[in-house]
């Protein structure tokens, strides 16, 4: 009866108070006696509802615009019948069936009706009582039904009655808090003495789902209806409950903003009273200042100050204001003139690197050719941009420190494995909420001049995915062309990186795209032959760990065995960074020993070691200890710097069928058949019969099966291997060698010389064969190496297989008798 549309519905009819029509003019009373008298089954017209159910005594406006649903209309005023109405299923269903429709509904009396100028029916309908529909009597040109009247029990019971009293307890708190609801729905509620009319008008007055509605409606006994609505009340109570409780915290907030833009407008009032500034302007008079005073570019200066005319305009409160003011601390702490004063004295600096890192000529001279041609002509020289590639634990990222203390840069350090976002590298728009620039001016912030030495950790290790390429954003930090105007996309104006000294690290080189590797100084970091190694660990590692554990005062040696053993048995890798660990794990026990009143041993031999670190990890010398038939040891490269390759090949009776295993990749596989194409192309010069690989199956194994093996320089040993299997000829185990194979015998260049020639040398190897087109490659070797082992350069199989292989062994000879 209060319902915002019925109201509203009501004005625009003009059926204002004291118009002919009223509720009492439907006699409502008098058709209950007659119908409940009767008691027999009602043919009527039906009309669907959508997203709507009526009650009984219920008045509600319809509008009715479904071509059937008009003519059901036309035939109630026409037969002077009453109106049954169902809701349906379905409310987008537009000519809804039987099982479109509930099996209950309300027999309605229709009071005014006005038809609209477009067709549709408006009207004044209220709820009689409930229906059973029974019989579908026909669907066009109207829906026509049988429906059954339902009665129900009008007395009060003590159990009706209580029900009814916490039903208006909590339609009263609903009504209270529920802005839609009027305070005269509660006062007619009250009033109301009917168990189930009230829980007819509760049902009506909140705001449900149909289906919810028509559970009500199809409840028949009272009880259970009170029941049902004061659940319904009690979820309708909770929800309003919490929508209260927000709009009080937000109301609360906009009080205290309010508040506060009042007293800061007073204070504004009262400060400019007595002549003086808010913090606000006293804020940005000092960023004013600071700008000014600043030796920055024209274009900077102007992006400044003209941010900050934006920033003293806009009110303290204002969102933007942060991120203008963050902006602006951005430009201002960024170097744009700081520089730092190179050392040029070329001794000096030779001397720290020196006295800070064994070896490693090539990068220590690249350096000093720098601080040279800095020295002569500063002006015209462009910064390089190095790239030391090489082994973990090689002293890559250590000397790019010792670097930068030699000349007296500031050193910074980003690491760039698993960055997957070029917003990493040149930042985000300042569109996006939380922007900031990339780590490469966040990096220069942190230097504090324009001259730092940059170090760009794990170059090679950097993703790609949908978000960009970072390699690609690093084309223009590592340019020399474009440097010196870099752009940031949060700072939109350009930065100097071309006084920086870039240097970049890497394990290997293959990943870094060919674009970037271009723009970049190549210096290869091998790995430590044993003898370095000791150098390494007497000059480095063990004062240092002697220091870090508190051992400086207490004279603890090594011996060289001990150190020898430790590298050979203890730790198996191109660097020394399992080295020092294991050094420092000597330590820890020693101080330990210490530190329990025990007397520390003065030597560390290498008997002791067992007793420190346990068994030996590591069996250094893996080539076969003596010589076979069907095996030859080939070397490899690997990310720890190079390592011994064994290549097995069995024979058995078969049918000519080639197995290859250990996790063989596809260039070593075409390596294999090409070494066993070669090997049948020749089988006369090397006695073979042609008939013995049809009816031999071949097994070529590489040991070691969990780890990936590929690469063509394998070639030359799988033929060596095959080649002596099949002529009985022993293979030299202490040969090693490397080279890829052609079907006509020759012997082609590899790569990763120098790691497969340490890596043969470690493990004890006297000979090793290479191709003879890699004898350039021999100038990286160290001397000492070259020395202890025999180089043996080849041009075709043929070469390899006199160094390689010894005469098969004679047939032991018959005593006659």
């Known amino acids: 009866m209060w319902n915002r549309e019925f109201q509203d519905w009501w004005s625009q009819m003009g059926w204002a108070q004291g118009v002919p029509f009223s509720l009492d003019d439907m006699d409502f009373e008098e058709k209950e006696e007659l119908d409940e008298s009767s008691g027999e089954v009602i043919e009527a017209p039906l009309l669907p509802l959508r997203d709507m159910v009526m009650f009984p005594r219920m008045v509600t406006p319809l509008f009715v615009g479904r071509d059937r649903s008009i003519e059901a209309i036309e035939a109630t005023y026409e037969l002077g019948e009453s109106l049954i109405t169902v809701a349906q ?98 006062v007619f509620a009250m009033n109301i003495d009917e168990p189930g009319w009230l829980a007819d008008l509760v049902t009506q007055a909140l705001d449900l789902e149909v289906a919810e509605r028509q559970e009500v409606l199809e409840t028949i006994d009272p009880a259970a209806r009170l029941q049902r609505v004061s659940v319904l009340l009690a979820k309708e109570l909770d929800v309003l409950e919490l929508e209260d409780r927000i709009h009080s915290q937000v109301q609360q907030e906009l009080d205290k903003t309010q508040r506060e833009y009042f007293l800061r407008e007073q204070m504004k009032v009262i400060q400019s009273e007595l002549g003086e500034t808010d913090v606000y302007t006293q804020e940005v008079n000092e960023l004013r200042e600071r700008i000014a005073e600043m030796d920055l570019p024209d274009e900077v200066r102007a992006r400044a100050n003209k941010e900050l005319d934006r920033l003293a305009t806009m009110p303290p409160m204002s969102p933007e204001t942060g991120m203008i003011r963050t902006y602006l601390d951005w430009l201002i702490e960024l170097p744009w003139s700081e520089t730092t004063e190179d050392n040029l004295d070329v001794k000096h600096v030779e001397e720290v690197l020196e006295s800070r890192h064994y070896g490693l000529p090539k990068a220590k001279e690249r350096i000093l050719e720098y601080i040279a041609v800095r020295r002569l002509a500063a002006d015209k020289m462009r910064s390089p941009i190095l790239c030391f590639v090489g082994p973990p634990g090689t002293g890559k990222t250590s000397l790019g420190q010792s670097i930068a203390e030699a000349l007296g840069r500031k050193f910074v350090r980003v690491s760039l494995g698993g960055v997957r976002d070029e917003a990493e590298i040149r930042g985000h728009r300042r569109t996006y909420i939380g922007a900031l620039p990339g780590r490469i001016i966040q990096t220069m912030r942190r230097a504090g001049t324009i001259n730092p030495l940059f170090m760009l950790d794990e170059v090679d290790k950097i993703g790609l995915d949908f978000r960009g390429d970072p390699a690609a954003a690093l084309l223009e930090v590592l340019d020399p062309e474009q440097n010196y105007a870099f752009s940031d996309h949060y700072l939109e104006v350009p930065y100097d990186l071309s006084k920086v000294l870039f240097i970049t690290t890497a394990n290997i080189l293959d990943p870094i795209p060919p674009a970037l590797r271009d723009r970049m100084e190549v210096i290869e970091f091998p790995g430590y032959i044993d003898e370095e190694k000791l150098e390494i660990a007497r000059r480095f590692l063990i004062p240092r760990q002697l220091e870090e554990h508190g051992l400086k005062d207490t004279p603890i040696t090594f011996t060289d065995g001990a150190l020898r053993a430790l590298i050979r048995e203890y730790t198996y890798e191109a660097g020394v960074r399992n080295l020092e660990r294991t050094i420092a794990s000597i330590c820890r026990k020693v101080a330990r020993r210490l530190a329990e009143g025990g007397s520390p041993p003065r030597r560390i031999k290498a008997n002791m070691l067992a007793h420190y670190l346990g068994p030996p990890q590591f069996i250094r ?150 191709p003879k087109r890699n004898k350039k490659d021999l100038v990286e070797i160290p001397r000492r190496v070259q020395r202890h082992m025999n180089v043996v350069l080849v041009e075709r199989m043929d070469e390899v297989l006199a160094t390689a292989l010894l005469p098969p062994p004679s047939p032991p000879r018959h005593r006659r008798t």
């Open 621 to 770: 010398s893996l080539a076969e200890e003596r010589d076979g038939v069907g095996i030859a040891t080939g070397v490899a490269w690997t990310e720890a710097g190079g390592d011994l390759t064994p290549v097995e090949v069995a024979l058995m009776p078969g049918k000519g069928n080639l197995m290859l295993t250990g996790q063989l990749g596809e260039v070593m596989q075409e390596s294999a058949q090409a070494a066993l194409s070669y090997t049948r192309s020749r089988s006369k010069d090397f006695g073979i019969k042609p008939d013995v690989f049809d009816k031999t199956d071949i097994h070529i194994h590489l040991p070691e099966g969990a780890i990936p093996k590929d690469g063509p320089s394998a070639g030359i040993t799988i033929a060596t291997a095959l080649i002596s299997a099949f002529t009985s000829r022993p293979v030299r185990h202490d040969v090693g060698m490397t080279g890829e194979i052609t079907l006509r015998g020759r012997v082609l260049p590899v790569g990763g010389l120098k790691e497969k020639m340490l890596a043969a040398y470690r493990a004890g190897l006297k000979t090793i064969i290479i």
């Open 89 to 186: 299923r379905d409310a987008d269903v537009m000519e809804p069936g039987p099982e479109d429709l509930f099996t209950f509904g309300t027999e309605v009396d229709i009071g005014r009706m006005l038809r609209l100028p477009d067709g549709t029916i408006s009207m004044l309908s209220q709820g009689f009582r409930r229906v059973q529909i029974v019989e579908y009597v026909h669907l066009e040109p109207y829906i026509r039904v049988r429906a059954l009247p339902i009665y129900e029990a009008a007395e009060k019971t003590p159990l009706t009655e209580a029900l009814m009293r916490a039903v208006l307890a909590l339609f009263e708190k609903v009504v209270q808090l529920n802005r839609n609801l009027p305070e005269d729905a509660y």
